[in-house]
């Protein structure tokens, strides 16, 4: 009886070993999470998953499910990512990166359903949630782009963010420690940053080539930014995410650093989208120098990529003194 018995415990070791694999459970699991006002259940791990946008891709390089992901649209900018996830990403094909004079990407419902996938990625103007799950695929976007989400960001997002993630993966002890890391990098800023300097900042994104000009306000994700870089944000008061503004205004709150946010392309060109405008001159920003340019997820919407573009900001104005 010893050997049967012997050979009973093994296999019972080997397929305990085997769920927990990984940090997921083998086999169907029923995992619900809300996003954007809606529930959504996964009657297992996704295996096949389509981005069509690039705020997600911080996280799944974090838990280790870059492999889960079977095709992308979009624009990925190098700048964001190391070297191991540009190769994570370099593998994946890439369905389109065409965009429309918004910025919007421009993808078919049929393209998307054609990759078969178990789940999307970040929703798109033309290609909404409830198209989606009229033909059973889920979809989440990232919380602070829900349409009409009005509430404050914070750098606590992005650990609630890894962990939803993790839930959905099925990678909790991976999110726990990513999460810990990240704070662990939050917490070494703070020091370095210390006592708020008092100088007030203003985070914009022009429209490169003459245009509209957009602040962002206290529900967007540079609020908490500048805040945690010792600056005040000039356009706190406002409980807008983003709002179009004049230069009369600009020069009215005449913050003491600018940082202009921008999706891709030459930052010299976003840069004179501001300091082309007739008498942005007299802007105490622009006139020190203190102006810089930060790729937009380096901002928005909370990601790790977030605790990044707050760490630039702090190199370059000198951790707010």
Same mark, same amino acid.
Request: hydrophobic residues 45%; aromatic residues 0%.
């Given at each position: 009886m010893k050997a049967p018995l012997a050979a009973i415990l093994t296999a019972t070791l080997m397929l305990a070993t085997a769920c927990g694999a990984g940090g997921a459970p083998a086999g169907p699991r029923a995992v619900t999470v809300s996003n954007c006002g809606v529930d959504v259940t996964f009657g297992a791990t996704p295996r096949r998953v389509v981005l069509l946008k690039s705020a997600a891709v911080p996280y799944l390089h974090e838990l280790g499910v870059m492999d889960r992901v079977t095709a992308r649209a979009g624009v990925y900018p190098a700048e964001y990512y190391d070297p191991a996830t540009l190769a994570e990403l370099d593998r994946i094909p890439l369905l389109t990166d065409e965009m429309d004079t918004s910025g919007h990407l421009r993808i078919s419902k049929e393209t998307v359903i054609a990759q078969q996938p178990d789940l999307v990625l970040g929703e798109v103007e033309n290609l909404s949630r409830d198209a989606l799950a009229a033909v059973g695929i889920p979809l989440l976007e990232e919380p602070a782009m829900c349409p009409g989400s009005t509430a404050v960001p914070t750098f606590d997002d992005v650990y609630r963010q890894l962990e939803t993630y993790g839930r959905v993966f099925g990678r909790p002890a991976e999110a726990r420690a990513a999460t810990e890391a990240l704070r662990e990098r939050m917490n070494e800023i703070q020091t370095a940053v210390g006592t708020p300097s008092g100088r007030t900042a203003a985070v914009l994104y022009p429209t490169a080539g003459g245009g509209v000009t957009y602040a962002y306000g206290s529900t967007s994700m540079a609020h908490p930014q500048v805040t945690a870089a010792g600056f005040s944000n000039v356009f706190g008061d406002s409980t807008e995410r983003v709002f179009e503004i004049t230069l009369e205004e600009? !020069? +009215?709150?005449? #913050?003491? *650093?600018?940082? !202009?946010?921008?999706?891709? +392309? %030459? #930052? %010299?060109? *976003?840069?004179?989208? !501001?300091? %082309?405008? #007739? +008498?942005?001159?007299?802007?105490?920003? *622009?006139r020190n120098g203190d102006v810089m340019t930060q790729l937009f997820n380096f901002t928005e919407p909370p990601s790790p990529l977030s605790v990044d573009g707050l760490e630039r900001i702090v190199a370059r104005f000198g951790a707010g003194a």
């Open positions: 600009l !020069l +009215g709150r005449n #913050p003491d *650093v600018i940082i !202009l946010l921008h999706s891709d +392309g %030459d #930052p %010299d060109a *976003v840069r004179r989208a !501001l300091t %082309d405008l #007739p +008498g942005s001159a007299e802007l105490t920003a *622009v």
